[in-house]
Each structure stands twice: as structure tokens, then as C-alpha cells.
């Protein structure tokens, strides 16, 4: 088998996973969708408690924060991190992985955005957000693209403490970027919730899927 086959393979391989896996977590997702109406007073209820902590200071830090989870700061952050362990370390399964994991991620969202059509608040803080509402995405997009941060960075730093650190920060800056989507209140805290748990199922289901790949691939080369 030459590399053109193997490669063929590859992306056969974790495309036909990877539908399957969005297809049950979609339908799962279209199951809840009036489940999840009739909890919308719980949603307005957290924005009422976090309007007494709103001024113009904590305004900017959300802003910058939401940011972080936005598609003009993660797409040049995917590139950087693509470019760094493909032509830096040589590492090809870490670059695999960044790109099918955002690419993956994204298309995911977009089909369960469509799927449950749900509105915007109708009352954002400063600005109105474009698109649906549920699921988050950049609840979805900071699991996956930090996520895999860290579980690069727990294959790549050899200091536990180093790890545990990263970690942490990596862990509360996920969370943040969600919180300031419910600050900014251009989601609902369902919305998030949601994003958060569907990107790390999602972002470990691809792990899994391509790990397995990375193995069945790496005997296929040994044999041949």
C-alpha cells in the first residue's frame, strides 16, 4: 500500500466515523428541542442575577475575553498551532488532529444550529450577535480547540506541575469564554451548557477515532 492509498484511507476513515458520531449526537440534540423551551425561564433567571455585576470595566474584560472564542482569533491560533508541529516539531498526528478536529467542529455546529433553530436573546448587552443560538459556539469551538491544547500539552510537557498549571488556566479560560457569552447576553446559559458538553464529547470522540486510526495506519506502514 503507497502513501496515496494510505492517505485515501485516512480521510475515508475519519470522515465515515466522524458522520456517525455527529449523527447521533444531532439526533440526541433534535430530541431535546422541546425539552429544553420549557426550561427558558431558568435562562432569564441567571441573567437577572448577573445584571447587578454589569458596568462599563467589566464590559471590556468580556469583550476581550469573548474574543478568545470568536473565529478571528481561533483561526489564526488553529494555523499557528498546524504550523508549529508540522514544520517546528515533525509531529504530522498533531497536525492531523488540529485540522480535522476544528474543521469537524465547526461543520458540527452549523448542522446543530440549523437542527434546532433556536433565536438570540432578544435584549443583548452591547451588541447583537448574528446566527442562532443553540448550541454556543464558542462554547463548542473553545472546548475543542483549548481542549486539544491541553491534551497536546500532556503528551508534550514533561513537568507535572507545568501540566497541572496549564491546565487549570486552559480549564478557566474555557469556562470564561462561556460565561461572557451569557454576560454579553447573546446566549442563553442553556446554549452554553450545551456547547460545552457536546464539544468535549465531540472532541473526545475524535481523539479516540483518530488514535485508532494513528495505530491501524502505523502497523499498515510497518507491514509494508
Not at 491560533?77 to 492531523?96: D, E, G, R
Not at 447583537?128 to 454556543?136: E, Q, T
Not at 446566549?187 to 460545552?196: E, I, L, P, W
Not at 486510526?213 to 509494508?224: A, K, M, V, Y
Amino acid at each position: 500500500m503507497d502513501f496515496g492509498e494510505i492517505t485515501i484511507l485516512i480521510i475515508a476513515e475519519v470522515l465515515l466515523s466522524l458522520l456517525l458520531f455527529a449523527a447521533i449526537i444531532a439526533l440526541l440534540v433534535f430530541s431535546i428541542r422541546k425539552p429544553m423551551r420549557r426550561h427558558k425561564p431558568i435562562d432569564m433567571a441567571i441573567f437577572e442575577r448577573i445584571k447587578p455585576t454589569v458596568n462599563p470595566f467589566t464590559n471590556k474584560v468580556m469583550l476581550f475575553i469573548t474574543f478568545l472564542g470568536k473565529h478571528q482569533f481561533l483561526i489564526p491560533a488553529n494555523l499557528l498551532v498546524i504550523f508549529y508541529f508540522l514544520f517546528i516539531k515533525k509531529q504530522t498526528w498533531f497536525s492531523i488532529r488540529v485540522i480535522t478536529i476544528s474543521i469537524s467542529s465547526l461543520l458540527l455546529m452549523l448542522l446543530l444550529k440549523q437542527l434546532f433553530q433556536r433565536k438570540r436573546p432578544l435584549s443583548p448587552l452591547l451588541k447583537a450577535a448574528k446566527g442562532l443560538s443553540f448550541p454556543s459556539g464558542h462554547a463548542i469551538m473553545s472546548v475543542t480547540f483549548y481542549g486539544l491544547l491541553i491534551y497536546i500539552l500532556q503528551h508534550s510537557i514533561t513537568s507535572e506541575w507545568l501540566r497541572i498549571l496549564a491546565t487549570i488556566l486552559l480549564v478557566g479560560l474555557i469556562l470564561w469564554i462561556g460565561y461572557s457569552r451569557v454576560y454579553l447576553r447573546v446566549h442563553y446559559a442553556s446554549d452554553v451548557a450545551a456547547g460545552f458538553i457536546i464539544g468535549l464529547l465531540w472532541l473526545l470522540i475524535s481523539l479516540a477515532v483518530l488514535k485508532g486510526l494513528e495505530n491501524n495506519i502505523s502497523e499498515i506502514i510497518r507491514r509494508t
